[in-house]
């Protein structure tokens, strides 16, 4: 199965500052990348789908780029909802896999 | 709206038994490919299972053998039947619709299930 890594483990960040999380996966698994944001007690709800592609309602300071086995997820001007963890998961092969998660703390 | 709702969590000793159950709306499960995933206290995401609209199903090693995925589409219901609770089976379950490109929206709200004696 491919496993995806995620870094850092933690951001600690003020609001108004940008955000850049890392996802490496151990094979290529070309765009087929989405990424979530969980807040405590809360489901994960997708923001980006094909690398980077926003989900609908999705505002436009989340933006996600790359391909292959490199990805990366950007913040620009957190605000204080931002704030919480963050997966990828890839859906190029079975079984779909996530990453470990990066905590995004004030 | 396009929702999913979890429901038959609880705390069931080691070896026992528990149904959770996914009720939808909004949309048709047996028309969609629906999966179960889950998260221990603190950790990540870890895929369990899914039914895809066809009704192939398909699990997680950590669970092939001791976990069912069904579904009624006279309910509109998703199903997972666990057997043989492990305490590292404790997490929260969420149901998931996964897309037909692969990444999953709805979730659910999560049930918990805390198996210790």
């Known amino acids: 199965e491919i496993v995806l890594t995620q870094s850092p483990g933690t951001l600690s960040l003020s609001p108004g500052e940008s955000a850049t999380l890392s996802c490496r996966a151990s094979?290529?698994?070309?765009?087929?990348l989405a990424w979530y944001q969980q807040k405590p007690g809360q489901a994960p709800r997708v923001l980006i789908y094909?690398?980077?592609r926003r989900a609908t309602g999705i505002p436009d300071r989340f933006s996600g780029s790359g391909s292959g086995t490199d990805f990366t997820l950007t913040i620009t001007r957190l605000e204080p909802e931002d704030f919480g963890a963050y997966y990828c998961?890839?859906?190029?092969?079975?079984?779909?896999?996530f990453g470990q998660g990066t905590k995004v703390e004030i | 709206e396009v929702q999913v709702l979890e429901t038959g969590g609880g705390l069931i000793q080691p070896g026992g038994s528990l149904r959770l159950s996914c009720a939808a709306s909004?949309?048709?499960?047996?028309?969609?490919?629906m999966s179960w995933v889950r998260q221990a206290p603190g950790k990540g995401l870890e895929w369990v299972s899914i039914?895809?609209?066809?009704?192939?199903?398909y699990y997680a090693d950590s669970v092939k053998g001791r976990f069912t995925i069904s579904r009624d589409t006279s309910k509109n219901m998703v199903y997972l039947q666990m057997n043989s609770l492990r305490v590292e089976d404790t997490a929260f379950y969420y149901c998931?619709?996964?897309?037909?490109?692969?990444?999953?929206?709805?979730w659910g709200q999560g049930t918990l299930v805390t198996v210790s004696s």
């Open positions: 909004g949309f048709t499960v047996n028309l969609n490919y």
């Open positions: 094909g690398a980077s």
């Open positions: 998961q890839q859906y190029n092969n079975s079984p779909r896999t």
């Open positions: 998931a619709r996964e897309t037909f490109e692969g990444w999953f929206d709805p």
């Open positions: 039914i895809y609209s066809g009704g192939s199903t």
């Open positions: 094979q290529s698994v070309s765009n087929y």
